[in-house]
């Protein structure tokens, strides 16, 4: 159980990331979840109410991650990497399942382009923090 449990080794001769390389991350990330709580409401209102009970768990669920991994990168704080990695595996998903269950035509030009200018480049921006190693604190 602890192996399930324990952060991904980095890569070899991949650099920790500084104070400098949080910041526009963390805001990024920080904002990306910010903007989600006023779209899940709308989704939550516009929806039949089944799929908008589904669809504001899993945005929800997004937009904690992201706040948790964007405020401990502006923080400086250890631990985005875990957060970062459940946003990027929320947000491929959510990509996945708007595209594969959205009606042909106008609904799925929208899916398609969410997914190709939000939620598959977060989900990378996610994925690479969650695998760029940490640097160690300073004595």
Known sequence: MTLLLAPPAPKAGARPLTAEGRRWPGRVLTGAG??????????????PPGQAA?????????????????RRLLRGAPGHRRPAAA????????????VTTAAPGAELATAVAMALAAELPLAAVCGALALRRERPAQR
Request: aromatic letters at 4%; one cysteine or more.
């Open 34 to 47: 910010i903007a989600l709580l006023p779209w899940t409401v709308c989704l939550a209102a516009t929806l």
């Open 54 to 70: 589904a669809w504001a768990a899993l945005d929800l669920l997004e937009a904690a991650a992201l706040l948790s991994a964007g």
């Open 87 to 98: 946003a990027a595996l929320l947000l491929l998903t959510d990509a996945v399942v708007d």
